[in-house]
């Protein structure tokens, strides 16, 4: 296994020096004082002034921050170095106090103490890792009674199709590890980078047993047919400022979203 983070380490380095001066993250106008998360999660988490928030798999720590700027005391982690190493100069630049952490997020246990009211991971997240019980353990851990883990995620669906968007390729369920050969990034399709990466489908039903095995209630999963980042090859931009995949128009479901409360 240690071979596939590695790897995706690696990986992850390399993007994110691509996309620290993507118009994909506009970085420049985050530093003016833009928000970079979206809409589905600014409604569904809700206020979080004054909140303990740790972010897993937070890349380079501009939803962190953002979060931080609506009052949140922060907490991110990332396998990346590249990216936790930005997300600090960010802080620093920025004069928002945060904390982040680089490490494998199954090991931040051993590298991070106490408890979060909330615990937040977003878009992109749950596909590198090859197993869920084991990350719900973590989830479970940092989550404190009655506070709530929230994920907003890219739908399992999305990720049945191929790169191109055209058939279903993938399977649905966890069908073991997917190798793949990558050049560029989503955040910059012509970035000059080639490297390999190894992910997991995760359906549905596997990601909300995993929370429910360790100790979570459900209190909502909701299903979007569009994504508020056009990330995916053939999207088309709709009235509403999101992207859809061209011929596939709120036809699928593209991303979700869900809250699970910590029972006391
Ligand atoms: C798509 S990004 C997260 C997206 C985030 N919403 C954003 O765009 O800023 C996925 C992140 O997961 C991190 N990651 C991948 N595998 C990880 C692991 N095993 N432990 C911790 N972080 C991991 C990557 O380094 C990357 O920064």
């Known amino acids: 296994m240690d071979h596939y983070f590695e790897a995706n380490r690696q990986g992850w380095n390399l993007r994110t020096e691509a996309h620290k001066s ?80 680089r490490c494998n997020v199954y090991d931040l246990p051993q590298h991070l103490k106490g408890k979060f009211d909330v615990v937040f991971a977003s878009y992109g997240v749950v596909g590198w890792l090859p197993d869920l019980d084991a990350w719900a353990a973590v989830v479970a851990h940092f989550v404190k009674k009655g506070g709530f883990f929230y994920l907003a995620e890219f739908h399992p ?58 100790g979570f209630q459900l209190e909502f999963l909701n299903e979007y047919p569009y994504s508020p980042y056009d990330c995916f090859d053939k999207t088309v931009r709709g009235s509403d400022g999101n992207y859809r995949i061209q011929g596939l128009e709120d036809k699928i479901p593209m991303v979700y979203s869900l809250k699970a409360i910590k029972k006391g």
């Open 157 to 214: 669906v999305v990720w049945m199709l191929d790169e191109k968007m055209e058939f279903i390729k993938y399977a649905y369920h966890n069908a073991g590890v997917i190798e793949s050969e990558q050049t560029g990034t989503y955040a910059d399709r012509h970035a000059g980078i080639e490297y390999t990466e190894y992910g997991w489908n995760h359906s549905l039903s596997e990601v909300i047993n995993c929370l429910l095995r360790h």
């Open 22 to 101: 993507s118009a994909f993250y506009n970085v420049e106008g985050w530093k003016k004082g833009a928000t970079s998360l979206n809409e589905i999660e600014l409604r569904e988490v809700g206020d979080v002034s004054g909140k303990k928030l740790l972010h897993l798999q937070c890349h380079f720590g501009q939803d962190t921050l953002s979060w931080a700027r609506l009052g949140a005391r922060v907490t991110g982690c990332d396998l990346s170095d590249n990216a936790i190493d930005y997300a600090r100069q960010l802080a620093r630049e920025s004069r928002i106090k945060a904390r982040f952490i």
